[in-house]
């Protein structure tokens, strides 16, 4: 009920503020756009899992690979390797597939699996009271709040609004110490906040062709291949399909609601499915789908060298999110800013005299000085101690 209620207040602020993002998003020059996407990249690595130079390395790597074929502007081909499939470039249905699909299988066939604890609970005990509402409505709504403004972040993602909106919590809460052992009122702002994020994301997505978070830059594969491009001209284009995703997204909340409702004793035994009949499926779906799109081999064998690239970046502490990201975004700021150069002869001084490409590089450079900030007092308060 928690992620019910998250994903309605965050579908509110999708309807009312896409449209209407999209008709600002109209009026940003290239520069701007190039700022702002600047912008996000910065904060993808600065919020990632693990040291903030990590999530940069991960996010250049995938920079640096969306850079092999042709170039947008002269139509040069670029670090080909004298290889003749690498002159179009990489796909992105094969990078998503083989960094988080194949890494994600591959890590999984390593671990020791343990026997999952079950618990059995009746439909009656599944629904809520209305003293669970009275006392959790408040969290659940600061914390939907939360989640959304988390979400229209550029890649923060919903891990990042489930710890905000949970830390908000625990500070506001008169028993702290119950927290991270069971407290309702954690695993209130936790969900809602995670679920709220998901709309949330979607608004920058529609409306500037942004992904907020790991799992739009899947959903930018699937327009992309249907020949749509996401951004503020999707509701001029194609309205249908713009406010299509916007009536989706509350389709699917209410949905997720009675199918999680009355299916989620026998969902939770698929836990208890073995993983050795999983992966060979999975792999072979992996392996058809993407030669059935593209019908190249080269795809499949993208597959497996981005499993093993990712698999490796998971053992060495290193976040995939800024990878695929950057890899998704570096093509669009590279578009943008040699439109800005052409557009203003060369010259990158327009970039500073606009205030809100100016504004996005300001926030960009504290974005990036602020892990290095906080790492500074706590080593002068570790000093001082």
């Not at 001084?349 to 504290?366: D, K, N």
């Amino acid at each position: 009920m928690a992620s019910t209620t998250g994903g309605f207040i965050s579908w509110v602020f999708l309807a009312l503020l896409s449209p209407a993002l999209a008709d600002v998003a109209l009026q940003f020059g290239p520069y701007q756009m190039f700022a702002l996407i600047l912008m996000g990249l910065v904060l993808i690595a600065t919020i990632a899992e693990g040291a903030m130079l990590k999530g940069l390395l991960a996010a250049c790597f995938g920079m640096a690979i969306s850079l092999i074929g042709p170039d947008d502007s002269s139509g040069a081909i670029r670090y080909d390797f004298n290889v003749v499939e690498l002159q179009g470039g990489l796909s992105l249905l094969p990078v998503l597939l083989g960094v988080f699909v194949i890494s994600q299988v591959i890590h999984d066939l390593l671990q020791k699996t343990s026997p999952i604890e079950q618990q059995m609970l009746s439909m009656r005990q599944l629904v809520p009271h209305v003293s669970d509402l009275r006392q959790h409505g408040g969290n659940a709504t600061r914390s939907s709040l939360i989640g959304t403004w988390v979400g229209i972040l550029p890649g923060v993602g919903s891990a990042i609004a489930s710890i905000v909106s949970y830390t908000v919590a625990k500070t506001l809460s008169k028993d702290p110490e119950k927290f991270g052992r069971g407290e309702e009122a954690g695993l209130v702002a936790a969900e809602s906040a995670n679920n709220a994020s998901v709309n949330g994301a979607l608004i920058p997505l529609i409306t500037l062709g942004i992904p907020g978070s790991t799992i739009d830059a899947i959903l930018i594969g699937a327009l992309v291949i249907h020949g749509l491009q996401p951004g503020p001209l999707l509701f001029q284009n194609s309205p249908e399909i713009a406010y299509g995703i916007i009536a989706g997204a509350l389709i699917a909340n209410i949905l997720m609601a009675v199918i999680m409702y009355l299916l989620v004793r026998p969902i939770a035994r698929i836990a208890s499915i073995d993983k050795a009949y999983l992966y060979p499926s999975i792999i072979v779906f992996c392996v058809v789908g993407t030669y059935a799109i593209s019908n190249n081999f080269f795809d499949v064998f993208v597959i497996f060298v981005m499993g093993a690239i990712g698999f490796l970046f998971r053992r060495g502490g290193f976040p995939i999110g800024p990878l695929v990201l950057g890899f998704i975004l570096a093509p669009m700021a590279e578009k943008e800013l040699r439109s800005g150069l052409m557009l203003h002869d060369g010259s990158l001084w327009p970039l500073f005299q606009s205030p809100v490409s100016f504004s996005f590089i300001l926030l960009t450079i504290l974005l990036s000085l602020w892990p290095l900030w906080r790492r500074y007092k706590a080593c002068f308060r570790y000093g001082a101690r």
